[in-house]
């Protein structure tokens, strides 16, 4: 995905969550990016402490300094860092384009993780009143011309 971005000309942003005194502190191993992740020198890179990027990084001054109209939404934790990345974008005037088989989470109690990515795939872009259009598609998808 982050290849055909790049060929299209498109900034990649990749967003890190950490937490010090956690195994999510800066530079720790469960910090790093995932090895099978394809990064290029012109990629940007946010470190963010909450699971709301826009609330604690510059990724809203980001996207505007590179003229970004629509957001690309994949990566961890759908229920928490993709709902807030998505319900934001978009409340900030973002499109935005949840990859539907590309955020994942883990099972939790109450959930399975197929049911709570099934979930968001289904609501956020039914969600009629955040001020601009969520769309939810596959990566296969995406940058075809």
Request: glycine letters at 4%; charged letters at 20%.
């Amino acid at each position: 995905m982050a290849k055909r971005a790049r060929d299209a000309v498109d900034p990649v942003v990749f967003i890190q969550h950490e937490a010090p005194g956690t195994p999510l502190a800066y530079g720790a191993p469960a910090w790093l990016l995932d090895a099978r992740l394809e990064v290029d020198s012109r990629d940007i890179f946010i470190r963010k402490t909450t699971s709301a990027p826009y609330a604690s990084s510059d990724l809203q001054q980001q996207l505007r300094d590179h003229d970004v109209s629509a957001v690309v939404v994949a990566g961890y934790a759908t229920e928490f860092c993709i709902d807030s990345t998505v319900r934001w974008s978009a409340s900030l005037g973002f499109a935005v384009i949840l990859v539907s088989d590309a955020h994942t989470t883990h099972d939790k109690a109450h959930l399975p993780a197929t049911q709570i990515i099934a979930h968001h795939n289904a609501t956020l872009p039914a969600i009629q009143s955040l001020g601009a259009p969520v769309r939810a598609v596959r990566a296969a998808t995406l940058w075809q011309n």
